[in-house]
């Protein structure tokens, strides 16, 4: 099957946290690795793991379960990582596994939500979906890093790049 971009929109990737099933949108993920090594980052919020430690890629490595207010998987548990880029920005999500990817029929809205949500405790979720006999939370990409934690999460990249060089 040949995607065409208006397919792209609303096709999902799954991912799999504990027993539930989360989606991001397919057009923003750009890999999918099975594990990748960090680097710790100070000040920042406890559900960024650090920088993914990979040359020219300054991403910070979301855990989704801490950022979901999920119990932290089992030591030593299988992990996986997508990366994502949603404009100019890249983020890395870490996640029990990958499912499927799924047809939504929900067209993935592509602006950027940068500035502060009401709700702002369930700000990354865009929306609940079927998939098969499945309920699928969406997850809104532009939010996974709260825009109040933003600033500090980019100053840390920032100044362990400049570490570094």
Do not use: F
């Not at 980052?41 to 855990?63: I, K, M, N, S, T």
């Amino acid at each position: 099957m040949t995607d065409t971009p208006d397919a792209l929109h609303t096709r999902y990737l799954t991912l799999i946290l504990g027993d539930d099933l989360y989606a991001v949108p397919l057009g923003a993920v750009k890999d999918i690795r099975g594990s990748c090594s960090s680097v710790a980052l100070e000040g920042v919020p406890p559900y960024v793991a650090g920088r993914l430690d990979q040359p020219g890629v300054a991403a910070p490595v979301v855990d989704l379960r801490r950022r979901l207010g999920m119990a932290p998987a089992e030591r030593g548990g299988p992990a996986v990582h997508v990366v994502l880029q949603r404009g100019n920005r890249k983020l890395v999500l870490r996640a029990d596994a990958v499912a499927d990817v799924v047809d939504l029929g929900i067209p993935d809205e592509q602006e950027t939500t940068d500035g502060p949500d009401a709700r702002a405790d369930l700000a990354w979720l865009r929306g609940v979906a079927a998939a098969g006999d499945r309920m699928v939370l969406m997850l809104d990409v532009d939010q996974l890093i709260a825009p109040a934690d933003r600033s500090a999460v980019d100053a840390a990249i920032a100044a362990d790049q400049a570490r570094a060089a």
